[in-house]
């Protein structure tokens, strides 16, 4: 393999694939990125075996050829070399990559890319067509939820449904619940139901585009994968098994408490509350009194520690129906609010020991359950 490289591409390239590098796998060939030319270009591939990212970058290719060289002895390398022409040749037989650039030259030990583990090419006919800012908002607002406990494996992925030209999204982690759904613009879609892990979405909207890009959403039958391709990456997930939970169950049916309020002004309070509650068990007291002729509605937020001291917020609001004083995970309450796009949102309480809802105000398309926290004295 003889290829000549741009720099800024190159570091771009590894800086893509390589959250998908295995840092402790007993195959040290997990630690690698694949080199490879392809049909003109250079194939960057990154695979834990659960997850894998290729990504394709423009190259002058003199030699076809591939390897597979470390991954963070390269990314480190090439981020500090300046941003000029790159040219690399491998020496086939001793496997080591000679890397020069101005007045550095590097030989960097490989593995023949014989031993990395083959990431299939799969077609993307009949796959899922999506647009590139859509999906980026729809894993913001659920991929948080999912659980980080490895016990209920199901819980750590992102529920996938696509029924009649609706994609639905739905992450819990047994105390919350995120579903966003989006109306497809190809109606003809596939149904899909699928269990993603969370940690993969997340990857794909950090590499994902800004841009008015689609990608494409493939699942292979029988392989137990998906697959998401954007014009020069593609990232390949293994699916989680597994039932995951009846979710509707758990949404509140209606509420007898509804308070509305500005988004901001409800974060604010809630950072500062957590300021005080992430000293214990992270308990936010919230104190909804609704308005009358003389004075507006309004919700204190309240949050104290032995150590550290107490905080009480009064934030305005628009309230229909009973007062209700009830606890939330102050923590949980600001990582909703953190993914709300809209001015305002509406908090649906029924009675202290129930669920809580989240709705953005204007925005049908994203709910969040929260399940309160005992009151204590």
């Not at 423009?58 to 990314?75: D, L, M, N, Q, Y």
């Amino acid at each position: 393999m003889k290829v000549s490289v741009l720099q800024e591409n190159l570091a771009k390239g590894l800086g893509i694939v390589s959250r998908a590098v295995s840092p402790r796998s007993t195959l040290p060939v997990l630690a690698n990125v694949l080199v490879a030319t392809d049909e003109g270009r250079l194939r960057l591939s990154a695979t834990n075996l659960e997850l894998g990212i290729t990504c394709w970058i423009g190259a002058k290719i003199e030699e076809e050829g591939s390897t597979t060289v470390p991954s963070r002895t390269f990314s480190d390398l090439i981020n500090t070399l300046p941003n000029e022409q790159i040219d690399m040749d491998l020496n086939v037989r001793s496997q080591s990559l000679h890397v020069n650039s101005a007045t550095s030259n590097t030989d960097i030990k490989c593995i023949d890319a014989q031993e990395f583990p083959p990431m299939p090419a799969y077609e993307l006919d009949g796959g899922m067509e999506l647009n590139v800012s859509d999906l980026k908002e729809m894993i913001r607002q659920v991929a948080f939820a999912a659980s980080t406990d490895e016990a209920r494996p199901v819980l750590t992925g992102v529920l996938i449904t696509v029924e009649d030209g609706e994609l639905t999204m739905a992450a819990a982690d047994g105390f919350r619940l995120s579903v966003r759904t989006a109306d497809l613009s190809n109606g003809n879609s596939p149904s899909v139901h699928a269990v993603v892990p969370a940690r993969a979405l997340s990857e794909l909207a950090r590499i994902a585009g800004d841009g008015d890009e689609t990608v494409t959403m493939v699942l292979p039958p029988g392989r137990g994968q998906v697959v998401f391709r954007l014009p020069d990456i593609e990232l390949t997930s293994q699916l989680i098994e597994g039932n995951f939970p009846e979710y509707e169950q758990i949404i509140p049916n209606g509420s007898k408490t509804r308070t509305v309020v500005a988004t901001d002004a409800f974060l604010k309070a809630c950072k500062q509350a957590e300021i005080f509650a992430r000293e214990g068990s992270l308990i936010a007291r919230l104190n909804i009194t609704p308005g009358d002729d003389m004075q507006p509605g309004a919700i204190e937020i309240s949050a104290q520690s032995e150590e550290t001291g107490s905080n009480e917020t009064v934030v305005d609001a628009t309230i229909e129906g009973d007062p209700v004083l009830i606890a939330f995970n102050v923590r949980f309450l600001r990582e909703v609010l953190d993914v709300v796009e809209t001015p305002n949102v509406a908090l649906e309480t029924t009675a202290s020991a129930a669920p809580g809802m989240i709705r953005p105000l204007g925005e049908d398309g994203f709910l969040h359950v929260i399940m309160p926290m005992h009151l204590g004295n």
